[in-house]
Structure formats: C-alpha cells, structure tokens
C-alpha cells in the first residue's frame, strides 16, 4: 500500500487539487505503475479532505488512465496504455542521433503546448503553476532540469493524449545532454523558466497558436543557451 505525502491546500476545487496533487506524484514517480493507493476513506483522511472530493478526482484520474478503479479491489497506478508501450519500445531500439531527436521535438512540442491551451482541465493547471512556483534561477543544476524535465510532463499530460506524453518521454532521454546545458548557468536557468512562464500564460488563456509559439520560441531560445561558444 502507498504512502501518500500531505496535500497542499490552495483556493480552488478541492476536487482538482487532490487530481493535482495524485497526478504530479505519479509524474515524478512518486506513485509507480502498480502501486496500490489507500482505500478511498483512509486517503481521504490522509489528505483532509471529504470522501466525495476524493472520489470526483479519483474519477478524473481514471479518466486520465493514471489508475485503474475496480470495485471491491481498490485503486492502483496504472501502466502505459498497450499502444504508448509500443511505441515506447519501438523507438527505444533505434540508434536515435541528437539532431534527429531535436528536430522531432521541434515538432512535437509546439503541438503539446497547443493541445494543452486547449483541453487542460483545471488539475493540470494547478500542477503547473506548481512547477513554476518551486523553479527558480538559484536552483541547482539538476534541480532545475528535473523541473524542467516535470513541467515538459505535466504539459505533454495535459494534451490529453498518451502517445504524446510517450513521445515527450522519449525526447527528453534523447535530449538529456542538452538539457544539461541549458541549466549549468543561472542565464540558462532564468531562460528556461521564462520560456515556461511564457506557455504556461497561453495555456492560461486557452490560446492553442500561441502556445505553440511560446513552445517554438522556448526551444529557440534553449538551443541557443545549449551550444557551444
């Protein structure tokens, strides 16, 4: 049975905060595929909250297919769904260059962000905030780039579509190097949080074109930190 860290109240849906708060721990794999959560009274008393905001956020999670619900048994983390888990492995066997994963993120990413603007339910907007609001210039290296790393995540989740969060998965161990780079300096980290701040203000207004704009200019921008001088 997984212990399930304290939930931080804000003022919105209680509902969409627990979502929030479950999602970002199955995300940073907090919560693996196949563990089992509490049974649904003791979460709710774990995290103060009433059983009915639970269950409103278990059913978005399960509409998510971030647990899987059967009466009786309780509820679990779920796995990749059969189609992203084929793909996952089928371009895991590639010899993937460099060049080649950037340009696929090029394509990809500004599409998420779009997608995102447009279907983000109010969980994911909390997550996201969440991400910004821990992400700071004076932040370790490898602090900042697992944020960087979440933000992407969260992002790619909230298109609502598991091939793409297959795909940004994939990219991101592609383009791990790069990353590394980007966040080695203050200058870089301060780039990437604002390129975040940037989409996260479209996917705010539910701006699809300029999301994906935002998304273009971020990995402008990224690339630029990234190379050597």
């Known amino acids: 049975m997984s212990?399930?860290?304290p939930l931080r109240r804000r003022t919105g849906s209680v509902s969409a905060e627990v979502a929030a708060h479950l999602e970002r721990l199955i995300i940073d794999g907090t919560l693996r595929a196949g563990d089992r959560l509490p049974p649904e009274r003791e979460l709710a008393t774990s995290l103060n909250v009433s059983r009915s905001s639970l269950r409103e956020a278990m059913f978005e999670?399960?509409?998510k297919k971030l647990v899987d619900r059967k009466q009786g048994s309780g509820s679990t983390v779920?796995?990749?769904p059969v189609g992203a888990t084929e793909l996952h492995?089928?371009?895991a066997d590639l010899d993937t260059e460099l060049a080649y994963a950037t340009e696929l993120r090029d394509l990809v990413e500004p599409r998420i962000a779009q997608l995102a603007a447009q279907r983000a339910v109010e969980s994911n907007l909390l997550s996201l905030h969440d991400v910004i609001e821990r992400s700071d210039e004076s932040l370790s290296p490898e602090e900042s780039m697992a944020l960087d790393i979440e933000f992407?995540?969260?992002l790619a989740h909230s298109a609502q579509n598991p091939l793409l969060v297959t795909l940004?998965?994939?990219t991101t161990a592609w383009t791990r190097r790069t990353r590394v780079l980007s966040h080695r300096t203050p200058l870089g980290r301060?780039?990437?949080l604002h390129g975040h701040m940037e989409i996260l203000r479209a996917v705010d207004a539910n701006d699809g074109p300029s999301?994906?704009?935002a998304m273009e200019q971020h990995l402008r921008e990224v690339r630029e930190i990234s190379s050597p001088h």
Do not use: K, Q, Y
Request: net charge negative; hydrophobic share 55%.
């Open 61 to 63: 999670l399960e509409s």
């Open 190 to 192: 301060r780039v990437s």
């Open 78 to 80: 779920a796995a990749f």
């Open 211 to 213: 999301a994906a704009a």
């Open 168 to 170: 940004c998965a994939m």
């Open 152 to 154: 992407h995540t969260l």
């Open 89 to 91: 492995d089928n371009l």
């Open 3 to 5: 212990s399930i860290p």
